[in-house]
């Protein structure tokens, strides 16, 4: 594994696209095409000669693709509503941006308005580029402490197993 992968992520990428297609039972190179990424990148990033991914349209992808593994037709196997999803995911165009030090979404709907509420995507590919794995474990674990399960559930979005305490 890559221990930049593992400061920067908090796991490799070859555990999490494991997951991945194990859990949507996709073949590497389908999985590749649904993020956006090349399958020689894609092995590059599993064997550890590469470390990040640079474009946040491909990391969003990926998030959302996890999030998706706890749903019902991901969880049940239904391969129609599993193709749905992926299509789905690969023709998403997420993106991230900072201002003052907060995520939002961009928009061209009304600039005078300022930039629109972030959502749940976006907020979690904020926290995961910007903060350490053992990080959000703390923090997830004080927001619990704290009463807000909501805020906890978001920081533990992506976090591995051994990082998660309850």
């Not at 509420?117 to 053992?134: E, G, K």
């Not at 978001?154 to 051994?162: A, K, Q």
Request: aromatic share 4%; glycine share 8%.
């Amino acid at each position: 594994m890559s221990a930049q992968q593992l400061a920067i992520y908090g796991e490799s990428w070859a555990d999490r696209f494991g997951r991945l297609l194990a859990g949507f039972a996709i073949s590497q190179s389908r999985l590749a095409a649904v993020i956006g990424l090349s399958a020689p990148m894609m092995s590059q990033l599993i064997t550890g000669q590469r470390v990040k991914i640079s474009n946040p349209a491909v990391y969003g992808r990926i998030v959302r693709l996890e999030e998706l593994l706890s749903t019902p037709a991901v969880r049940l196997g239904d391969r129609d509503q599993v193709a749905q999803l992926l299509t789905e995911v690969a023709a998403s165009q997420p993106s991230l941006t900072t201002r003052n030090g907060a995520a939002t979404k961009e928009t061209n709907a009304n600039p005078a308005a300022g930039p629109a509420a972030p959502d749940r995507l976006q907020v979690i590919n904020w926290l995961a580029a910007s903060t350490t794995a053992p990080g959000r474990a703390a923090a997830a674990e004080a927001a619990a402490r704290a009463g807000d399960v909501v805020l906890a559930e978001v920081l533990r979005v992506g976090l591995p197993p051994s990082a998660v305490r309850g």
